[in-house]
């Protein structure tokens, strides 16, 4: 697609249950990160996939987060048994290069609420 | 952590007034990159600056970087209420990932 598109774009979930942010990046960007941001906080590296797979999820805060890419394509972002403290923005970019340099391209991102 | 840091945190300015904001960061670096969030907005790349290059110019920006110091500095100049905006830096290592700082929002009043 033209650019970066994430889904839902606002999610309001009760404590415990489970949610799917989906991230649809731009065509033919191999990489793809996920990233936190709360209100007024700077952005949380989350999790980056190059292809399929994921040379770097150190910043998955818990074992209640995961997440998959498949056909190098379309990443999803799973948060099971939601806590008050996961409510957050969760911004999706997938990299193209200016100059041979890596530059992200974001979505709009998906606002989590949990009450 | 390679997490940048900026300052100030806020600022506030005139219209036609300049507004520097700053990032330092940690270890070293293959670029610098600065990007632009509007209010409830994802985020959008305004400039990239090489750890060879200690000043780069786009329009009404200009963006320095001091590797010594590990330090950069975003200068908007003739600052418009449409910059009314938060401002991250981001550190690219090679490493694949980028690290955001915690941002500078800046108030641009009419």
């Known amino acids: 697609g033209a650019g970066v598109s994430q889904s839902p774009s606002n999610k309001v979930t009760e404590k415990g249950k489970d949610v799917e942010l989906r991230c649809d990046p731009i065509s033919g960007h191999t990489a793809l990160y996920w990233y936190r941001q709360s209100l007024g906080q700077g952005l949380e590296f989350l999790i980056y996939?190059?292809?399929?797979?994921?040379?770097?999820k150190s910043g998955l805060p818990s074992d209640r987060f995961s997440a998959e890419r498949t056909g190098g394509s379309v990443s999803t972002l799973t948060i099971q048994r939601t806590q008050q403290e996961d409510s957050a923005v969760y911004l999706c970019?997938?990299?193209?290069?200016?100059?041979?340099?890596?530059?992200?391209?974001f979505g709009a991102g998906s606002r989590l609420t949990v009450l | 952590s390679q997490q940048g840091e900026e300052d100030p945190q806020a600022l506030s300015i005139q219209e036609g007034e300049n507004a520097t904001m700053n990032c330092s960061y940690k270890t070293s670096i293959n670029n610098l990159q600065w990007y632009r969030q509007n209010s409830g907005r994802g985020l959008v790349h305004l400039i990239l600056?090489?750890?060879?290059?200690r000043e780069k110019h786009s329009g009404r920006l200009r963006v320095t970087l001091d590797t010594s110091k590990k330090s950069s500095s975003l200068l908007i100049t003739a600052s418009r209420a449409a910059d009314t905006a938060s401002y991250f830096c981001a550190t690219d290592n090679q490493g694949g990932k980028l690290i955001f700082g915690q941002g500078t929002e800046l108030s641009v009043k009419p």
């Open positions: 970019a997938s990299r193209g290069e200016i100059s041979g340099a890596n530059v992200l391209t």
């Open positions: 996939f190059q292809g399929n797979s994921a040379p770097d």
């Open positions: 600056i090489r750890s060879n290059e």
